[in-house]
């Protein structure tokens, strides 16, 4: 009995070290899931500004940009001082306008206009696969658990699904005994008699609704599916000249478009120069494409920035009105749209 009884112990014992072995090569491999991930996202959208290795001067597009100029993300002594949200927060916040009226910024805000949000192009879990590998350029490693955090909103949004389920299970019972009462009274059914069930389930309803949102934040890209309608850019001449100024106001102090655009000899070169866009492109187009690009064209560089319909016909409005002459020769294409 002995015997077999250490063979157990032992058996458990290689069970248990076998199951953390198994854990922690799934934790790893998470890990490195989630850097590759990382790395791809960077060299699409981070890498012409930034550089391969986060060095100044190192990306194609650094030397074009106004100041201040992108971070070096490889110096460790500044980089290590910003915690792993800070970084985050960076990368996925709403653009400022920071022209002298515009938005009021904080202290501790980020609003330098020629670094985009990526908050409506990519999901949180991408996100953070951007900040784990920006960690590695500097030598250090993420230490905010992303693998823990969907963990945390899924079993969220499974407890919200059973808390709805039981509060509907509740409220239909609720309901049918105040039906069998009114049906032996003779009269109509009371419906406050089971009005705190039916808040309840809404209250319920209403919790479930946010945890599924929170889970696909995190895990489904924002603009996925989004159609954006046509908009009306009708209206009278005195009021588009004003929304004119206004776009071209934000294109540079709220959307930072000259980070990535050229516009005579001043800009980015990213994407393409837009000083003739009057002529090649049409405002209803520009409207859309500044909404969701990535709906027009899903493997672009230019992310969604997050403009509301005011603020896109106001940029479209101010794109209609570039209209330089024509170059002596042709520009050659550089970065995309």
């Given at each position: 009995m002995r015997a077999w009884r250490r063979i157990r112990v032992f058996g458990a014992v290689v069970g248990v070290v076998g199951l953390s072995g198994l854990i922690g090569a799934g934790c790893s491999m998470f890990q490195n899931e989630q850097s590759a991930?990382?790395?791809?996202?960077?060299?699409?959208?981070?890498?012409?500004?930034?550089g391969e290795t986060g060095k100044q001067n190192e990306g194609f597009n650094w030397s074009s940009m106004t100041d201040p100029k992108p971070k070096d993300l490889s110096n460790k002594s500044e980089m290590g001082t910003f915690k792993d949200e800070d970084i985050f927060a960076t990368i996925s916040r709403d653009m400022k306008d920071t022209s002298p009226n515009g938005d009021k910024i904080g202290d501790d805000e980020f609003a330098v206009p020629?670094?985009?949000?990526?908050k409506y192009t990519l999901s949180e879990e991408e996100i953070w696969g951007i900040v784990g590998y920006v960690r590695s350029l500097h030598g250090k490693?993420?230490?905010?658990?992303?693998?823990?955090?969907?963990?945390?909103?899924?079993?969220?949004?499974q407890s919200a699904e059973q808390k709805y389920t039981e509060a509907e299970r509740v409220e239909q019972e609720a309901e049918k005994k105040a039906s069998d009462e009114a049906d032996k009274k003779g009269v109509e059914v009371d419906d406050n008699a089971y009005a705190?069930?039916?808040?309840?389930?809404?209250?319920?309803?209403?919790?479930?609704?946010?945890?599924?949102?929170?889970?696909?934040?995190?895990?489904t890209r924002p603009g996925k599916g989004l159609n954006i309608a046509r908009p009306d850019l009708s209206m009278k001449p005195d009021a588009a000249a004003k929304m004119t100024?206004?776009?071209?106001?934000?294109?540079?102090?709220?959307?930072?478009?000259?980070?990535?655009h050229k516009i005579g000899e001043e800009g980015g070169k990213v994407g393409p120069a837009l000083d003739r866009a009057g002529y090649r492109l049409n405002p209803t187009w520009v409207y859309r494409w500044l909404r969701n690009p990535q709906a027009m064209k899903p493997d672009?560089?230019?992310?969604?920035?997050?403009?509301?319909?005011?603020?896109?016909?106001?940029?479209?409005?101010?794109?209609?009105?570039l209209r330089a002459p024509k170059p002596d020769?042709?520009?050659?294409?550089?970065?995309?749209e």
């Amino acid at each position: 009995m002995r015997a077999w009884r250490r063979i157990r112990v032992f058996g458990a014992v290689v069970g248990v070290v076998g199951l953390s072995g198994l854990i922690g090569a799934g934790c790893s491999m998470f890990q490195n899931e989630q850097s590759a991930k990382g790395k791809k996202l960077y060299a699409h959208y981070c890498m012409h500004c930034h550089g391969e290795t986060g060095k100044q001067n190192e990306g194609f597009n650094w030397s074009s940009m106004t100041d201040p100029k992108p971070k070096d993300l490889s110096n460790k002594s500044e980089m290590g001082t910003f915690k792993d949200e800070d970084i985050f927060a960076t990368i996925s916040r709403d653009m400022k306008d920071t022209s002298p009226n515009g938005d009021k910024i904080g202290d501790d805000e980020f609003a330098v206009p020629t670094m985009p949000t990526f908050k409506y192009t990519l999901s949180e879990e991408e996100i953070w696969g951007i900040v784990g590998y920006v960690r590695s350029l500097h030598g250090k490693k993420l230490e905010f658990n992303v693998e823990g955090r969907k963990k945390e909103l899924q079993e969220a949004k499974q407890s919200a699904e059973q808390k709805y389920t039981e509060a509907e299970r509740v409220e239909q019972e609720a309901e049918k005994k105040a039906s069998d009462e009114a049906d032996k009274k003779g009269v109509e059914v009371d419906d406050n008699a089971y009005a705190k069930e039916v808040q309840a389930m809404g209250q319920a309803k209403k919790e479930l609704d946010q945890a599924t949102a929170a889970l696909a934040n995190f895990t489904t890209r924002p603009g996925k599916g989004l159609n954006i309608a046509r908009p009306d850019l009708s209206m009278k001449p005195d009021a588009a000249a004003k929304m004119t100024e206004i776009g071209k106001q934000l294109y540079v102090t709220k959307y930072g478009c000259n980070g990535c655009h050229k516009i005579g000899e001043e800009g980015g070169k990213v994407g393409p120069a837009l000083d003739r866009a009057g002529y090649r492109l049409n405002p209803t187009w520009v409207y859309r494409w500044l909404r969701n690009p990535q709906a027009m064209k899903p493997d672009t560089r230019m992310p969604a920035l997050g403009l509301n319909d005011a603020d896109a016909k106001a940029v479209a409005l101010y794109l209609k009105t570039l209209r330089a002459p024509k170059p002596d020769k042709p520009l050659g294409k550089v970065g995309e749209e």
